[in-house]
């Protein structure tokens, strides 16, 4: 499993203690420093059967300052697939990709369900 996440995060924190204290094994990787490439979003876009507007980071700086809210309706999801792709600091975080499932944000009864330990 693979846990993502920008290490000053207070939830990734919170979420990565969680995954500590319930034993399950990651790995872990820094969005900021190694950002999801358009490939990896768009396959864990369609592994996670979510809405693609769950994978931006709605409270960010970087997503407030290029006025995406009002953006993002009028674009292709090629290219929201494409604009997450360019800063990790717009993908949502944390994200844990597992071999069945992608999890977006800390939600902790979503998390229970998914990994289930």
Same mark, same amino acid.
């Given at each position: 499993?693979?846990?993502?996440?920008?290490?000053?995060?207070?939830?990734?924190?919170?979420?990565?203690?969680?995954?500590?204290?319930?034993?399950?094994?990651?790995?872990?990787?820094?969005?900021?420093?190694?950002?999801?490439?358009?490939?990896?979003?768009?396959?864990?876009?369609?592994?996670?059967?979510?809405?693609?507007?769950?994978?931006?980071?709605?409270?960010?700086?970087?997503?407030?300052?290029? $006025?995406?809210?009002?953006? &993002?309706? !009028?674009?292709? =999801?090629? #290219?929201?697939? *494409?604009?997450?792709?360019?800063?990790?600091?717009?993908?949502?975080?944390?994200?844990?990709? $597992?071999?069945?499932?992608? &999890?977006? !944000?800390?939600? =902790?009864? #979503?998390?229970? *369900?998914?990994?289930?330990?």
């Amino acid at each position: 499993m693979q846990f993502i996440e920008y290490p000053k995060c207070s939830t990734c924190q919170k979420a990565k203690k969680w995954l500590e204290e319930k034993g399950v094994a990651f790995s872990d990787r820094n969005i900021k420093t190694d950002n999801p490439t358009k490939e990896e979003l768009e396959r864990w876009y369609h592994a996670g059967n979510l809405p693609l507007k769950r994978f931006f980071n709605t409270s960010g700086l970087l997503y407030k300052e290029m $006025g995406l809210k009002d953006k &993002l309706p !009028g674009m292709s =999801e090629e #290219e929201q697939l *494409a604009l997450l792709s360019t800063d990790g600091m717009l993908v949502k975080r944390p994200l844990v990709v $597992g071999e069945d499932f992608v &999890l977006v !944000g800390f939600k =902790e009864k #979503e998390w229970e *369900a998914a990994i289930g330990r």
